[in-house]
Each structure stands twice: as structure tokens, then as C-alpha cells.
């Protein structure tokens, strides 16, 4: 394509040389750049795109007419303007030649005067031609980056709503473990506090030894949470130098010791470790005791727990922590690094707060290393991790590792229980807790008869010892929704606790279905839960609670929750049984 200021270049080919050359020298009088031939094949071999702004051909010529080089100089060069020249003048050629994309065509003999207006037409033409191809380029270009900016802000905004979803999901969780010690810690302290509520020295001490057990378990929650977030903000420094991993065992082994002493759980640590790995040695101790921790509290009686160290892949150093416990499923496993997942263990007389193996495989990755699990239902576990070996009598300054932050928590899975991971703070056991309410009286004439629904010992025994002082009140409780139903069709108490996260059925559902027999919709049912988000307490209000009290309980709303609710009027026995033998007649 010329430059502005260029003279136009025009191919001109026709088989009388002699009228080809005049041609030639009269455009170059006129400004234009001319080359001639005459025959269309020498004319097809100088040609190259953007050689020639314009082709003036002689229609009649021998081998190849003008309209089969017009229409095969366009296939080299598609932007060329073409004008075919003929004595012949018809209309039928005319057509021809349009067709294959002539501007235009001239009739022999024609005068200068005539040619250059065609010339000046055809190679505006070519001009607007370049600029339209140019300009949709240009548009083609600035769509498709107009698309994929659009796709970034999609993206974008998925992510940021994403994060926000996470975010929310998260304070929401965390507001419901926090609570969950805050319980029993702030729940006994009013018991210790009130003057309605005596209690004698070793009810007292009981009470204070709650409140501790909750406040450690609140403490360590709170700082598993710190560490976690320092990671995803990219705040912790670690510290990467050679460890000896046989003074590292020898520290670990004398810290979980005792613990396995308690349960009766063996451990096994090899008698040397001779490597050395490149960690944090702080960091690489906090892993290897929450594995083993976990190894000997969910171990069977009389287990085993053995940690092993081989070296793995070349430069790499494998530590294994195996126990003789009950095993992980597959769909365990799956979850078995989320947080706020203790995969069924919530009920359990353990604590734990779900956050610890998350945490450790962050530390791990932090680490440059790795942790995996393998599991065998019935079998046990085997938890590993994986370091890069160093040669310790190298001098290695110490490397400081600043976190790069990583994704936001992910969100638990659809259905998991993430509402206990803390609530076992405090607990007594889960037989300790059954004997409780199998030891109150049963429920003299014209008492009261309270059922409630609560995973949790520690929950349960709190409520057991706000109620013991109430004259003529006798409590149930179930462990599940399941069960809960069962009590409430077989006794059909006057009041129903009842907790929302509970293992299987939850708290909800429960109460949608007492809602729908007959024979349990009257009872009043008050929700006793953590979840104390505003659209937490919204949504599960509308499951039909008569009340929705937050823990840790205030004990003096609890009182008037429970009053309200006993002296609203029940319906006879006469009257439940017709109920639901109209029910049944409506079916």
C-alpha cells in the first residue's frame, strides 16, 4: 500500500505492446508508477501483494483474457482495484468482469481525459476499501479485547463474590465455635454466681473445673485461628534451617507420652534418625504433635501408635505417624483436610477443633513439603509428611520464608457438621452424661416433663444443673433428631430444647417434622443454638421455634424462655388423640 505522498503504482497489461508502452508513458506524465506487460502469466509473475495499487487489462487477449487475470491477481492480492479494457463494449463482458471483481471497465480507443476520472474513481475506492478493512480490524481487535476484559471482570467478580460467600461463611462458623466454650464457661459461672441456685462445694468444684477445661479449649481454638490466619494473610515467617529429626522425636515422644500412658496407647519411635530435614523446627514439632495427639485420642483401647521416618524420592525425607484406630472411609478422607470438619467426631467425649490438620498441611506446604493420609476402615491410619533432606554438616543460614497468601478457607461441603468442633470443651463423657438424665425424677402429677436434644455432654449437663432446682420438672434428652422424635411421640413432653447442629438430622429438620405429626405439633419448641448470626437466627426461626436463645445462654432468658413457654396452655390427652385420629381419617 503507498504511503500518502507516493505516486499510485499501476500494473497495466495488454497484448498490443505498442498500445501497452503509449499507455505506460502517458499515466507517468499523470503521475502514476506504471509497469507493463503483455501477456497475463508475466504480468501474474510480477505480481506480489501490495506490489500494485490498480490492474488496468485488456479484456481480448490470448491464453489468459482479462477477466481470468483479473480474477486470479485478486487471489494474490484481494485489496488490488482492477479495470478491464475492451473494444468490445458489450454488456454481457461488463457483467463478466464485475463479477470477478472489476471496479470498472473502458471502451477502446478512449481518451486520456477519459481513463483518469476512472483511474482516480477505482483507486479511491481501493483506498476506502483499505480503510474499512483496516477499521474492522481495528473493531474486531478492540471486541475481542472488550470480551476478555469483560471475561477478567466476570472472573473478577466471581471471585470477590466468592470470597465474600467464603468470608461469610467463615465469621459465621467461627461466631458458632466461639460461642460453643463461651457456653459452659459463662453458663456454670452464672450457676457459681446465683443465689437460686446453690450448689455444694463439690458441684462447685465440678463447675470450675468446666469452666477451665472450656476456657483451655477456647484458648487453643483462638490460636489455631491466629496461625491459620497469619498464613492466608501472608504474615507468618518461618524460619528454614537443617533439623535433626532425632532430637525433634525424642522432644515429641516425651510430650505425647503421658497422654498415651492415660489411654493405655503404645508408642513406638525408631531408635535412630540419623537425617535431617530442611523446616522450621518450631513449626515441624507443632505438625508432628497434632499428628500424634490424633493418633492416640482416636485410637482404640490398648493401641498402637508408631512414627517411622525413611527417606522417600531422592532429597526427600518421609516421617509416617500410624495408629491402630477405627479407620477412615473414603468419603472421610475426602474432607479430611477442611476446616471445621471433624468428620462425626463432634458427639464424641474428644475435643478437637477441626482446624488443626487444616492448619498442618498449610504449615506443611509453607514447609515445601508435603502431607498425605492413607486409611483402612478397621484398620487405622497412616498420617506422612514429606521435607526436603539436607546434609546437616553443611552451614546453612537460616532462610526466612514469608507466606505467600493462599485461597480464602473453602467453604465447608454441602451437609457437613461444622457446629461441634469446639463443643466437646468442657465435657464430661458421653456415659456421665446419660446417667444425668436417667438420675432425674420422674415427673410428678402435675409437673412438667422437658425434653432436650443436644449432641453435646457438656451442653446437656449445664441444662440438667439450671433445671435440677425447679420443683416438679423432669428432663429427657436424646442425642439426635432421630431419637428425639421417638421421645416426643412416647412421652410427649411439655417442652422441647432443642440444639440445630446435630449429627444425622439436624435441629431443622427435627423440628419440621414434630411440626408435622399430630401428636407432637402442640409441644413448644425452643432453639438452643450458636448459630447467632442475624440471618442465621432469621432462617432457622422459620423452621417454627417458639423461641431461639443464642449460646453462651443468658441463664436469666433461659429461665423466662422455659416460664413462657410452661404456661402456655396444653391440650388434653383427649384432645391429641382425636387430633390424630383426624389426621389419620384426612389421609
Not at 505498442?18 to 506524465?29: E, N, P
Not at 467425649?349 to 515445601?368: D, H, N, P, S, V
Request: contains cysteine; hydrophobic residues 45%.
Amino acid at each position: 500500500m503507498n504511503e500518502p505522498g507516493d505516486r499510485p503504482r499501476i500494473l497495466i497489461v495488454d497484448d498490443e505492446a505498442a498500445h501497452m508502452q503509449a499507455l505506460c508513458s502517458t499515466l507517468r506524465d499523470h503521475g502514476y508508477d506504471t509497469r507493463g506487460y503483455d501477456t497475463g502469466q508475466a504480468a501474474l509473475d510480477a505480481l506480489r501483494p501490495g506490489a500494485y495499487d490498480l490492474l488496468l487489462a485488456d479484456l481480448m487477449m490470448p491464453g489468459m483474457d482479462g477477466i481470468m487475470l483479473v480474477q486470479a491477481a485478486r487471489a494474490i492480492d484481494p485489496d488490488l482495484a482492477s479495470i478491464i479494457m475492451t473494444g468490445e463494449g458489450s454488456i454481457a463482458s461488463a457483467v463478466r468482469a464485475m463479477k470477478v471483481g472489476a471496479l470498472d471497465y473502458i471502451i477502446k480507443p478512449f481518451k486520456v481525459s477519459t481513463i483518469l476520472p476512472v483511474l482516480a474513481r477505482a483507486l479511491e475506492t481501493r483506498m476506502l476499501r483499505l480503510e474499512n478493512a483496516k477499521l474492522e480490524s481495528q473493531l474486531r481487535a478492540h471486541a475481542a479485547e472488550m470480551d476478555a476484559l469483560n471475561q477478567d471482570l466476570e472472573v473478577a467478580r466471581q471471585q470477590a463474590e466468592r470470597a465474600n460467600q467464603e468470608k461469610s461463611t467463615f465469621l459465621s462458623h467461627m461466631s458458632h465455635e466461639l460461642r460453643t466454650p463461651l457456653n459452659a464457661i459463662l453458663g456454670f459461672a452464672q450457676i457459681l454466681t446465683s443465689d437460686k441456685l446453690p450448689s455444694t462445694p463439690d458441684e462447685k468444684q465440678a463447675f470450675a473445673r468446666h469452666i477451665l477445661q472450656a476456657g483451655r479449649h477456647l484458648l487453643t481454638l483462638i490460636n489455631e485461628v491466629l496461625d491459620l490466619a497469619k498464613i492466608e494473610s501472608g504474615a507468618m515467617t518461618l524460619s528454614l534451617e537443617p533439623v535433626a529429626l532425632a532430637r525433634v522425636f525424642q522432644e515429641c515422644q516425651a510430650m505425647i507420652q503421658p497422654l498415651a500412658t492415660r489411654r493405655g496407647i503404645e508408642l513406638r519411635f525408631p531408635a535412630r534418625a540419623p537425617a535431617h530435614v530442611l523446616a522450621d523446627r518450631t513449626r515441624l514439632k507443632q505438625v508432628l504433635i497434632n499428628l500424634l495427639s490424633n493418633a492416640v485420642k482416636y485410637n482404640r483401647e490398648r493401641g498402637t501408635v508408631a512414627l517411622d521416618c525413611v527417606a522417600a524420592q531422592p532429597g526427600r525425607v518421609r516421617i509416617a505417624v500410624r495408629d491402630t484406630g477405627a479407620g477412615l472411609t473414603a468419603a472421610q478422607l475426602a474432607l479430611i483436610f477442611q476446616p471445621f470438619n471433624r468428620l462425626g467426631q463432634e458427639g464424641s467425649a474428644e475435643e478437637g477443633t477441626g482446624i488443626g490438620l487444616a492448619l498442618t498441611k498449610r504449615l506443611m506446604e509453607a514447609m515445601r513439603g508435603q502431607i498425605g493420609v492413607a486409611s483402612m476402615v478397621g484398620v487405622g491410619s497412616t498420617f506422612w509428611i514429606e521435607l526436603p533432606a539436607t546434609d546437616a554438616g553443611v552451614a546453612v543460614s537460616p532462610e526466612l520464608v514469608a507466606f505467600t497468601p493462599v485461597a480464602p478457607l473453602p467453604a465447608p461441603a454441602p451437609g457437613a457438621d461444622v457446629s461441634a468442633d469446639v463443643r466437646a470443651a468442657g465435657s464430661v463423657t458421653a456415659s456421665v452424661a446419660a446417667s444425668v438424665a436417667a438420675a432425674l425424677p420422674v415427673t410428678p402429677d402435675g409437673g412438667h416433663t422437658l425434653l432436650y436434644v443436644e449432641d453435646n455432654p457438656a451442653n446437656l449437663q449445664l441444662i440438667a444443673d439450671l433445671l435440677r432446682l425447679r420443683r416438679g420438672v423432669a428432663l429427657l434428652s436424646a442425642t439426635d433428631g432421630e431419637q428425639g422424635l421417638a421421645l416426643a411421640r412416647q412421652h410427649r413432653p411439655h417442652l422441647i430444647l432443642m440444639d440445630i447442629h446435630l449429627n444425622g438430622m439436624d435441629g431443622l429438620e427435627t423440628r419440621r417434622r414434630l411440626l408435622a405429626d399430630p401428636a407432637t405439633a402442640h409441644i413448644p419448641v425452643i432453639a438452643i443454638s450458636a448459630s447467632a448470626m442475624p440471618e442465621q437466627v432469621r432462617h432457622n426461626m422459620a423452621a417454627g421455634f417458639f423461641r431461639y436463645l443464642t449460646k453462651p445462654i443468658d441463664v436469666a432468658a433461659f429461665t423466662e424462655a422455659v416460664d413462657s413457654a410452661l404456661r402456655l396452655p396444653s391440650p388434653t390427652k383427649e384432645e391429641q388423640d382425636d387430633t390424630a385420629i383426624g389426621a389419620t381419617l384426612d389421609r
